[in-house]
């Protein structure tokens, strides 16, 4: 069974950074999809930041030139470069990994990212 842990998280000002990381331990088969959602109160849970397999990335458009996802596959991490933060950034950040085949789909725990003054 793969878990998934999120760390990093915190409270930091407007216009300052944070880096998540999101350790997987057990094996998540290629091909895959890793994801950063994130949820905030009252809020539905969305879409982040993807990045495949094969290194092919995607993003909000809300975070698009703020924040960068990267994967290291030799130590079964993902993260996710936080800049220019903002107080709409303010949620719970969720790790997600999909499996394709066979189909799994996984969840971290979550970490808050607080971005006040």
């Known amino acids: 069974q793969v878990q998934l842990v999120e760390s990093g998280g915190g409270l930091v000002q407007p216009g300052g950074s944070l880096r998540l990381s999101c350790a997987a331990s057990?094996?998540?088969?290629?091909?895959?999809?890793m994801g950063w959602y994130r949820q905030a109160p009252g809020k539905q849970r969305e879409l982040v930041a993807g990045?495949?397999?094969?290194?092919?990335?995607n993003y909000a458009d809300s975070v698009k030139g703020r924040f960068t996802i990267s994967r290291d596959n030799a130590k079964n991490t993902v993260y996710l470069q936080m800049n220019s933060l903002k107080p709409e950034d303010t949620a719970v950040y969720y790790c997600?990994?999909?499996?394709?085949?066979?189909?799994?789909?996984?969840w971290g725990q979550g970490t808050q990212v607080t971005v006040s003054s």
């Open positions: 057990g094996t998540i088969f290629s091909p895959n999809t």
């Open positions: 997600n990994g999909k499996q394709i085949f066979p189909r799994r789909e996984y």
């Open positions: 990045i495949t397999s094969g290194g092919s990335t």
